[in-house]
């Protein structure tokens, strides 16, 4: 257990399906973030919210569309996927803290394995 | 650019010591982290270098030379269940403290 929740651990959809990623942390964490693991690639930083504010969009298509409502909460809404959308997903939180000395170490989800038909 | 180069796969005995090792080019090192990641389970934070040297944990031990760019894992008095992916990850300050992951290498654990 990592203190941060990923739902669902599984998720079928179809390309015209509309559906909800869920990540919820219990670590008192300020910064939050997701991440597409596909195979044979290395995973690769979606977006990011520090204090619930998005500080960081990587090129990401509209179809993914994340909401963070507070600190403790973040989701990533899906819609019109298409099927080399299909990976795992997975949440990030941590203590961001800028400068010398801090860590910053993320803890992970377990993450949603997605797969789009 | 940054690009952070791991062996794909490695096979080592159970009991045994095994190294993994990572190169990376980043124009704003601020960091090294290793990750152990079983299958169908969340990374796991192992270890972070930030000067040169040995961080000693345990079984585990991490390594790294800012000067040539690389850093290992080593694993001593390997178990079965230390079969896993084993990222490698770098932050990079002239990018807003980002940290970016290589490809992971798949360690196997023969008995």
């Known amino acids: 257990e990592t203190g941060v929740t990923q739902t669902p651990r599984h998720l079928v959809m179809g390309m015209t399906n509309k559906k909800s990623l869920k990540c919820e942390q219990h670590?008192?964490?300020?910064?939050m973030y997701w991440y597409k693991q596909s195979a044979k690639k290395p995973l690769e930083l979606m977006f990011v919210?520090?204090?619930?504010?998005?500080?960081e969009n990587n090129s990401v298509p509209s179809r993914f569309s994340p909401e963070c409502p507070n600190s403790s909460h973040l989701f990533l809404h899906l819609h019109t996927l298409q099927p080399e959308d299909s990976a795992l997903y997975l949440c990030a939180s941590s203590q961001a803290q800028y400068g010398s000395g801090n860590k910053n170490i993320q803890y992970f989800g377990a993450g949603t394995r997605l797969s789009v038909l | 650019g940054q690009n952070i180069d791991q062996p794909t796969e490695m096979t080592a005995t159970e009991g045994a010591i095994v190294q993994i090792n990572c190169t990376y080019q980043?124009?704003?090192?601020?960091?090294l982290f290793w990750y152990q990641q079983h299958a169908g389970e969340a990374p796991t934070f192992l270890s972070y270098n930030v000067l040169d040297g040995l961080e000693e944990k345990g079984r585990f031990s991490s390594f790294l030379s800012r000067s040539k760019g690389y850093s290992y894992l080593l694993l001593k008095e390997l178990q079965m269940k230390d079969s896993a992916s084993y990222l490698c990850?770098?932050?990079?300050?002239?990018?807003?403290?980002?940290?970016?992951f290589g490809k992971g290498t798949r360690l196997h654990i023969l008995p």
């Open positions: 919210y520090n204090f619930k504010e998005q500080t």
């Open positions: 670590l008192g964490h300020n910064a």
């Open positions: 980043t124009s704003g090192f601020n960091g």
């Open positions: 990850a770098v932050r990079d300050m002239n990018r807003d403290d980002k940290i970016i």
